[in-house]
């Protein structure tokens, strides 16, 4: 049950992050038609580009760790027997998982003064509040090192059955 909630949220979080970059596209070639044609820019696009990105990519993470799309360079490793791939693959796992954990922990603080002090991005006609993007690193880290804790657990299962690397959990 635990895991279908995990995997529910995670794809969830990734439609979301999908949705929310193809918008981003329509306001940038506005941007772009306004300046060129109109001689008049969307105002903020700069502040919604800025802001949006960071939280496609937040919302990505969890996914990228979950289907095994995470940057990993496997030249050394693929020439090792099974056995230590797995090794290497839950040390490799465990530090990810560390990496995000310290990362949330690190984001909770700016997220709550962002959220209490009314914080916001750019100036003039369009000011965004820049409390969603820092929640969003904060919940996205999370979800990242526990899907990095799950991928640990499968490599130590792995390990013990002296089986091969496990990168994704499915």
């Not at 794809?11 to 970059?21: D, I, P, R, W």
């Not at 998982?97 to 369009?126: D, I, K, Q, R």
């Not at 969603?132 to 904060?138: D, E, G, H, K, L």
Request: hydrophobic share 55%; with cysteine; charged share 15%.
């Amino acid at each position: 049950m635990l895991a279908r909630l995990n995997d529910w949220i995670i794809k969830g979080m990734l439609v979301a992050a999908a949705t929310l970059a193809f918008l981003l596209c329509f306001v940038v070639v506005a941007d772009v038609l306004g300046r060129d044609l109109f001689g008049r820019p969307v105002k903020g696009t700069k502040e919604m580009v800025e802001a949006s990105i960071v939280i496609v990519c937040f919302l990505q993470a969890a996914y990228a760790i979950r289907s095994g799309g995470m940057l990993r360079a496997d030249f050394v490793t693929s020439t090792l027997p099974p056995r230590m791939q797995a090794i290497l693959a839950l040390v490799g796992a465990l530090f990810g998982a560390a990496f995000f954990a310290l990362v949330c922990w690190g984001s909770l603080e700016p997220a709550a003064h962002a959220w209490t002090s009314n914080e916001f991005e750019g100036e003039g006609a369009l000011r965004i509040p820049s409390w969603p993007a820092r929640f969003i690193v904060v919940i996205g880290t999370a979800l990242a090192a526990i899907q990095y804790l799950i991928v640990a657990w499968l490599n130590l299962r792995s390990v013990r059955a002296g089986g091969t690397t496990t990168l994704a959990t499915h």
